[in-house]
């Protein structure tokens, strides 16, 4: 039974994983991500695709929301950009180690353009900036046909390494998930340095970090250019995994859909970020597998609980704001404050 979290050291304190069962568990994970296509089946391995993409992306808004809270509803139009970013660079040839830094870097400085109204507004009004930048962009990717394509979009060539072309979902699934884990890392190192407290400072009162010596504006940029920068890659990831990218795939509904995934999961967490993105993934495909199992009995099922699939799916959304407002991480501590505890009353 755990009983205290005693550090004699600096290099225990600044440990990224504090205990030896932490490591296990960590590599046990690794080991387990390597195997997923292997035992999982090219359906999950799918849902797997989509999730490791959703946390790259939804790490970047928990950046910028979460951690230095600023409200973005403009992440889909970063992500579009470094995907079409992508696509530009893959058409010509340049491999996707490259591609990807230069769709994030690409991201960062559009980030940095629509952040720079966080200096004079917050809150609501800072929403409502970033809602126009992703209008804005959104109309870009639309209308703009020699960059992006305009509506008809634009293919995107597979990505390749040493020979091998990663041109199914088992292959592109290795990609995702070594940017996935890479890039959470990076965040979780993020947070133990000046620069990622200053993040928090700043969320949880921007006049006291001021006083403390902060640069408000500059750490603010900062945080909607790392955030961007993530949501960059991610759209590239997600232009590599689907290979034919048109401008609804970034529409305002995707930035809805990360905003979501972070509330569910837990604002200013990583554990929430990542618990967030695969619920948001699974639950949405989990009733529409019940809905197809009910067209065996109901032929018209499919038809007619379509739309009520939508609202069982905002109802749960809407359960956890209620019922667990911390996020899905909250009910994870939970249990294992139990364990911990076990046989003892928490």
Known sequence: MRIGDFR?????????????????????????LLLFPWLGGSYLTYLACLTGIHVVAATGLNIITGYAGLISLGHAAFMGVGCYMMAALASLGVPFWLALPAAGAASAAVGVFVGLPSLRIKGLYLAVATLAAQFLLGFVFREWDAGTGGVRGVNVPAASLGGIVLSDDARIYYLIMACAVALALAARNLFRTRIGRAFIAIRDKDISAEVLGIDLFRTKLLAFAIGSFYAGVAGALMGYFFRAITPEHFGLALSIFYLAAIIVGGLGTLLGTVLGAAFMTLVPEALRGGVALLSAWWPNAMALLSPVREMVFGALIIAFLVYEPHGLVEAWRRVRRFFHLWPFKT
């Open 8 to 32: 004699a050291s600096y290099r225990h304190d600044e440990a990224l994983f504090a205990t030896p069962v932490q490591r296990l568990w960590f590599a046990l994970f690794v080991l387990g």
